[in-house]
């Protein structure tokens, strides 16, 4: 600035006249794909992505292997009945279901790095506890806090990648996330298989003990590890330029969605709680996510299903491999191409079309060779429809941030609430067809073909109004200048 005097009312004038003609000026300057952006998503797809995949992996180890757990000798140990197993899975998702909201809330203003890292010691620990469970109703007890520690992750992921990722970049990054699920599942398979096979009864511990153990310390190491590593959000990542956390907010801007954290002013909880529930938006979502979820919960049952086609102790762990390797494919296949053509409820109708007309001839045949090859099928198609469903979220529901991620936590929360119901439509009476089943999940997915085209109609026709781009890039502009950090020019000292 000049050697002449002038009141602090003048100079803030001036800083902010400047902070406006350098947004306008950035705003007209970014041309989506540059070689700078393109810098910046190979950063965020380094660090940011494989952090949340590995711990998503080892968090839903830590849920889903009591099947393989039931299987592998704990239903004999307990003498475990079908009601009571189903139990065992119901007060996960009731405790589950209840936090989801206010974790998200609470993760909108604080370090994701230390507050998801810090979600997987914890449950690590409670998982781990699991295999000194001496009853049924111990195990139950034990799941429901695990489900009350876990309920902040899985939307609070979903949150935290809508806060660096564009609308149609969003869909692929979280593909890749999400094929966690399917990898842990099969890879819950392999080392059931293999400590069932080779660990039970070393130093007198039974193998479905040491398989709650072993998953459980895993979690918790690498949660100490990660929380080094993981990256935060766009306006106080350190790793990030002045320049490129400004590109980072801007793209953001460019599509309609808030920036966390950022310099725009925050929105209340409850007022963002507000006006998540008044939109009318936020229930068409969490009805086809609740479908989703409904048949999603065919996941705790796959070992047991493996079973009834034919394959039992370790030989049918192995079995439940395939399923998840076909949800892998489905997963990254679904995203891509959905986020290619812009377009998620096109691809969610047509993909679980696929999964209900595969799911028509598990129901119809008696064949168990043809069951197994098609659940696999139906199995992938789930798995590949859930997270286009989820990531429409924040797609519709972008701005303001605070309202971003209540909209995420109430519709993974509202969609869990159909697991609640679902983790009984699998009773041992069934066996070995599992009509009832396979029914009701037929019918959901067939469900969610409707329901996706009704919503994309809709969400076209009545758009939300989206942030000023220019504005908000003003507002980092000014955050950076009381931080000290130059933009377009020298930096000063962090």
């Known amino acids: 600035m000049s050697g002449n005097p002038v009141d602090a009312k003048s100079t803030q004038e001036w800083d902010e006249n400047i902070d406006l003609v350098t947004a306008v000026s950035l705003a007209a300057a970014y041309v989506p794909g540059s070689p700078a952006e393109k810098k910046l998503l190979r950063k965020l797809d380094f660090r940011v992505v494989p952090c949340c ?99 902040g992750f899985a939307p609070g992921i979903a949150f935290y990648l809508s806060s660096w990722y564009r609308r149609y970049e969003l869909a692929s990054r979280f593909a890749f996330y999400y094929t966690a699920v399917a990898v842990a599942g099969g890879l819950s398979g392999l080392l059931a298989g293999l400590i069932t096979q080779y660990l039970d009864g070393v130093r007198g511990i039974a193998g479905w003990r040491w398989l709650f153990i072993i998953d459980g310390v895993g979690s918790s190491f690498v949660g100490c590890i990660l929380w080094f590593f993981m990256a935060d959000y766009p306006s106080n990542t350190r790793w990030l330029t002045p320049e490129e ?77 395939p399923p998840y390797a076909c949800a892998v494919v489905c997963i990254v296949g679904m995203s891509r191409i959905a986020d290619h053509f812009k377009n998620k409820s096109i691809f969610v109708c047509l993909f679980a079309g696929i999964g ?42 972008g701005h303001p941030a605070e309202k971003r991620a209540v909209a995420i936590g109430l519709v993974n929360a509202l969609g869990n609430t159909a697991s609640i119901y679902g983790v009984f439509l699998w009773p041992s009476k069934d066996a070995p067809r599992y ?33 000023d781009a220019d504005e908000v890039v003003a507002a980092e502009i000014g955050r950076q200048r009381q931080r000290g950090l130059g933009v377009g020019g020298d930096k000063g000292e962090a």
């Open 53 to 151: 995949w590995l711990l998503f992996v080892l968090g839903f180890l830590d849920r889903a292997n009591i099947g393989n757990a039931r299987t592998g000798g704990l239903a004999d140990d307990f003498k475990l009945s079908s009601n009571q197993y189903s139990v065992i899975l119901l007060v996960f998702f009731v405790s589950y279901v209840i936090f989801e909201i206010p974790s998200n809330m609470v993760l909108a203003r604080v370090r994701p790095s230390l507050y998801l890292c810090g979600l997987a010691i914890c449950w690590g620990a409670v998982a781990a506890s699991m295999g000194a469970t001496q009853n049924w109703q111990q195990l139950a007890g034990v799941r429901f806090v695990l489900g009350f520690v876990e309920s």
């Open 435 to 467: 009509i009832p089943g396979f029914s009701a999940t037929t019918i959901w997915m067939g469900c969610i073909c409707i329901v996706a085209v009704i919503a994309g109609y809709l969400f076209k026709k009545n758009p939300l109004e989206i942030p």
């Open 356 to 397: 209900a007309v595969c799911f028509i001839i598990v129901t119809a045949s008696t064949n168990q060779i043809v069951r197994y090859i098609f659940t696999i099928f139906a199995f992938g198609c789930i798995y590949g429809t859930s997270p286009l469903v989820l990531m429409w979220v924040p797609n519709v529901l």
């Open 245 to 321: 956390q400004l590109l980072a907010a801007q793209r953001l801007a460019y599509d309609g969605i808030g920036n966390t954290q950022g310099a725009h002013g925050r929105t209340h909880e409850l007022t963002a709680l507000r006006m998540v529930v008044t939109d009318w938006r936020t229930w068409i979502l969490a009805l086809l996510y609740a479908l989703v979820t409904g048949a999603q919960t065919i996941q705790y049952f796959i070992p047991t299903l493996v079973n009834s086609f034919g394959w039992v102790r370790w030989e049918g762990q192995y079995h439940t491999i």
